[in-house]
């Protein structure tokens, strides 16, 4: 590894947007590199920009053109190529808090110092609203020490709207190799596979009280707005699966009781989600998909089912009928203008 840091910017179309996130992240200096992958993007001068920003600095950027094989592909390639210790995937419409990078860094560079070297640091992520010009912070210090290295079995408990996104994690990247992490091609919303399956494999922790990440919200076409998700449900499904199928939530259990107790939380959030957004779409075959959702999970583990179908907010995705439906819908549109998390 000759590098503290990489970078991994999936681009698809995206040149109206990208040379704000580059520029953020070329702050980071000559320990950094940027893997700049265009996932066969067509319709404007991505390539191009990814071309022009590895000619300009080519001792940082790197460029990997592929054909289109979606955003988990570039995290992929990311992955196989990247020369960095650690490995952070940010996307090409958000960007880093300059200052924040800077103490990232110094503290990595220190953990490379050491004989075993750190396997994840936390950071939190800022929500930057486009349509309300907003911003609300994610943070994690009513869960996790400060400015020390711990384990899964010192943290606290997460608020019920609070997770680790890939917003707000950095891996050792050959963790994220060991782990034998494979995010699928052509699928959105890989990036909850990404943030969870390697959990189990990270040993030592660090968090930093710092905005580092600020992740854009707010575009019509985004894969988080709504009608976006409802249109691609199909994709959501086969994330949950994947998570339902690995890592085993039996053996994390035996292992760190504390670790499992989250994963199940985040894997239980993730198929409520699904199941309000099958609730949105209301026909016959979607709610048909949500029962098959629920089954598969009780096919591969029934306690693991048990536990989560009961659960005070899973079991609320799951009212019988059009009230029962109609209800949960009203709830997570409140939520969600609360909140304001897509």
């Not at 404007?44 to 071309?51: L, N, R, S, V």
């Not at 592929?66 to 996307?91: F, S, T």
Request: overall charge neutral.
């Amino acid at each position: 590894m000759d590098k503290i840091l990489t970078f991994a910017v999936p681009c698809y179309n995206s040149a109206d947007y990208m040379d704000h996130c580059v520029e953020t992240l070329l702050t980071g200096g000559e320990d950094i590199e940027i893997i700049l992958v265009d996932d066969g993007s067509t319709k404007d001068a991505t390539p191009q920009k990814c071309d022009e920003w590895a000619a300009k600095y080519p001792d940082i950027v790197r460029v990997i053109h592929q054909p289109n094989g979606g955003h988990g592909e570039g995290v992929n390639q990311g992955i196989r190529n990247a020369r960095g210790l650690y490995y952070k995937v940010v996307d090409s419409d958000d960007w880093l808090d300059t200052e924040a990078l800077q103490k990232v860094l110094d503290k990595l560079r220190e953990c490379a110092r050491w004989e075993s070297p750190l396997d994840l640091l936390i950071a939190n992520y800022v929500y930057e609203h486009v349509e309300d010009k907003t911003q609300k912070v994610m943070g994690y210090k009513n869960v996790f020490p400060q400015d020390r290295v711990f384990t899964w079995e010192e943290m606290g408990r997460f608020r019920p709207s609070q997770y680790l996104l890939m917003h707000s994690v950095i891996y050792r990247t050959q963790l994220l190799r060991d782990c034998g992490l494979e995010l699928p091609k052509h699928t959105f919303y890989v990036d909850n596979i990404f943030v969870y399956e390697p959990l189990p494999w990270v040993k030592s922790i660090y968090y930093m009280d710092l905005d580092l990440y600020r992740y854009f919200i707010g575009r019509a076409d985004q894969s988080v707005n709504e009608s976006v998700m409802v249109g691609r449900i199909d994709q959501q499904l086969r994330v949950n699966r994947h998570m339902i199928e690995k890592p085993d939530l039996k053996a994390v259990q035996a292992k760190s009781p504390k670790l499992a107790r989250y994963m199940t939380s985040y894997l239980s959030m993730m198929l409520t989600i699904s199941s309000i957004f099958l609730n949105i779409d209301g026909s016959p075959e979607a709610l048909g998909k949500r029962t098959e959702l629920w089954e598969y999970l009780r096919t591969v583990d029934p306690k693991l089912h048990h536990k989560m179908k009961y659960r005070a907010l899973s079991a609320f995705t799951l009212l019988p009928g059009y009230q029962g439906r109609k209800l949960t819908i009203s709830v997570y549109r409140l939520a969600r203008k609360i909140y304001k998390f897509n």
